[in-house]
């Protein structure tokens, strides 16, 4: 058993094994020696504690680990050990040595570089990444602005996708180098070099300028001068981009917040509702239980769903969290992992329920019954459809659908109306009427059962044939896509009325060889073979067209709507709504209102 020791290390909190933090301690010690006489030695050691933190970062799985020496050793291995610590090791002969194989290969990132920019550092963190010059990538810029038009939107969209280097191990991994103490101090010392010269510069340009001595241009020191007065303005149109952005991202956050709220808060209603705890009930929620042929609990269904939806939803809702707030801690890999597979064990379930349900849809089977009605070829019948007052309003016309009422009984029903009327003649001397009833099921018997489950009646009374316009089912048959096909064979030279109320139960074209359709209701048919009569339909005119036009060498022949003209050789004859005119050499004839007129050369 060890003992712990909670450390704060470049403002992270880390728990850690006493005898680890006894060898951490005494290597960032030998680190600090080390640069005792360095230039800018604080600002080296909290950027080497910043990258220890972050190694130290990626090993740890969770809040609660603690950070052994396993750990340590390889943090040391990739940082590198200044000579200071390899002396005192020498003091501690009960401390094993560690032997340290060779350093992991640096990894390099993008980053963009804005110490080397004009504009936001794109070029140049690109120039790092490959390994060119930051040159050859402003050129290639160039090309795509005024070549192919895209450069400003890739540009400004890199602009704000890659991140700026601005930590020193941000700007060692943007090069490719190994982010370790050499570096580290090697990249702060530089910096201090270059604003050492910038400062001895500046000084020098002042005294020479009061002086008077230097009088020449220093091309240099203007491009400098301009390239900085460039980072200074788009650096500012930048920073005006961003803040739009930021407003813009936190306007996403609150829409992500708010959708993944309501939909949870929804699907928390229904799961109140539809049977989990019973706390909730909403009208409509009785059909749910009628449509599971398949009868399997409402509430399991439920909280199925409940976690198939409101977990993404749940993430869409922290991931607004998230965007509006920088540091809202972690949820945890264990809860993260826990919601993924609740998430994928809830889908395997909805598909195993979905396909249960889809097997209850396997068979339609159908169940038919015959019975003769005494309807002669004498016989005028009319046909109409009977309604009742517990389903009026549902029944009244043809549809697929179905609900539930109250019989006259008080026992809760299904009831559709879901029924056709298909018309046959027969040369029997009595009508017929066939009753198919249909319904689904996971096998033949239950489908069959189903079927002949279906209540529907119909009465004839002094020739007129009365039709339920609905049929019922007990709920423990289930919704199964019942429906009733009615078949009425009449007998050959019999009158048939169908009211006008029967028109949706009929179909509109001649299916399933029906010789009545919708749009023969409330006339009289005479019922021929395979055919019927219209008794009372109004007499249509029909407008013939003629239009025929002959010709040959001597002679030709026209006939259209305007008259009748032959022509043969030097006659011919001409015949329309003025009258009848014909000649040839010798006479002329024209029959007219006037009369008749006849010429010739000769008189």
């Not at 960032?28 to 020696?33: C, D, G, N, V």
Request: charge should be negative; charged fraction near 25%.
């Amino acid at each position: 058993m060890n003992k712990t020791v909670n450390i704060n290390l470049a403002g992270i909190f880390f728990h850690i094994d006493e005898d680890a933090y006894l060898k951490l301690q005494r290597y960032l010690e030998a680190i600090k020696r080390s640069f005792t006489d360095s230039q800018g030695r604080s600002e080296i050691i909290a950027d080497i504690e910043a990258r220890i933190a972050e190694l130290f970062n990626e090993r740890v799985q969770n809040d609660k680990q603690v950070i052994r020496i396993k750990e340590v050793d390889e943090v040391i291995t990739i940082m590198g050990q200044p000579e200071d610590y390899l002396v005192d090791d020498e003091i501690f002969e009960d401390e094993p040595k560690a032997t340290y194989s060779s350093k992991s290969a640096p990894s390099k990132k993008l980053f963009r570089d804005t110490d080397n920019s004009y504009i936001g550092g794109v070029s140049s963190g690109l120039g790092h990444y490959f390994g060119i010059d930051a040159l050859w990538v402003r050129l290639a810029w160039v090309i795509l602005i005024f070549g192919a038009g895209t450069g400003i939107l890739l540009y400004i969209l890199l602009w704000i996708l890659v991140p700026e280097a601005k930590t020193t191990s941000e700007k060692i991994m943007m090069t490719g180098e190994p982010v370790n103490i050499s570096n580290i101090e090697k990249k702060i010392k530089d910096g201090f070099e270059n604003v050492t010269e910038t400062v001895t510069d500046v000084a020098k340009n002042v005294s020479e300028s009061v002086a008077g001595a230097a009088k020449k241009v220093d091309f240099q020191k203007q491009g400098n001068k301009i390239k900085s007065s460039s980072r200074t303005f788009f650096d500012t149109i930048g920073d005006v981009i961003m803040f739009f952005l930021k407003v813009f991202a936190k306007f996403i956050g609150v829409l992500l917040i708010f959708i993944g709220a309501v939909t949870l808060i929804a699907l928390i209603v229904t799961l109140l509702s539809l049977g989990v705890v019973d706390v909730i009930h909403l009208p409509g929620l009785d059909l749910v239980e009628i449509v599971n042929a398949g009868n399997t609990p409402i509430w399991l269904v439920s909280l199925l769903t409940f976690f198939t939806v409101g977990i993404p939803f749940f993430f869409l809702f922290y991931l607004g969290l998230k965007i509006l707030i920088n540091n809202l801690k972690s949820i945890g890999n264990i809860a993260k992992f826990t919601l993924l597979g609740v998430w994928l064990i809830s889908i395997i379930g909805l598909v195993v329920i979905g396909v249960r349900q889809a097997t209850e849809h396997a068979f339609n089977e159908r169940f038919v019954e015959k019975k003769e009605l005494n309807i002669t070829a004498n016989d005028t019948v009319n046909l109409k459809m009977v309604g009742n007052d517990l389903y009026t309003n549902y029944t009244n016309r043809h549809g697929n659908n179905f609900k539930v009422a109250h019989n006259e009984n008080g026992e809760k029903t299904i009831y559709s109306s879901d029924v056709s009327i298909i018309v046959k003649s027969t040369t029997d001397s009595l009508a017929t009427i066939s009753i198919a009833k249909s319904a689904d099921g996971r096998n033949y018997e239950t489908a069959i059962e189903r079927a002949k489950n279906i209540n529907y009646n119909y009465a004839l009374k002094n020739n007129e044939l009365l039709l339920n316009s609905y049929f019922t089912t007990d709920t423990k048959n289930k919704f199964s896509d019942q429906e009733i096909r009615l078949t009425l064979y009449l007998p050959e030279g019999s009158v048939l009325k169908c009211d006008k109320n029967s028109s949706s139960f009929f179909y509109y074209k001649n299916y399933h060889g029906t010789i009545v359709t919708y749009n023969d209701t409330n006339q009289y048919l005479k019922i021929l073979e395979d055919d019927v009569e219209c008794l009372d339909c109004p007499v249509e005119e029909k407008d013939y067209k003629i239009d025929v036009d002959i010709k040959d060498e001597n002679s030709s022949l026209k006939i259209n709507e305007k008259g009748l003209k032959v022509t043969m050789d030097s006659s011919s004859l001409k015949i329309d709504k003025t009258g009848v005119k014909a000649k040839d050499d010798d006479v002329k004839v024209n029959i007219d209102g006037d009369g008749i007129s006849i010429k010739s050369k000769n008189n």
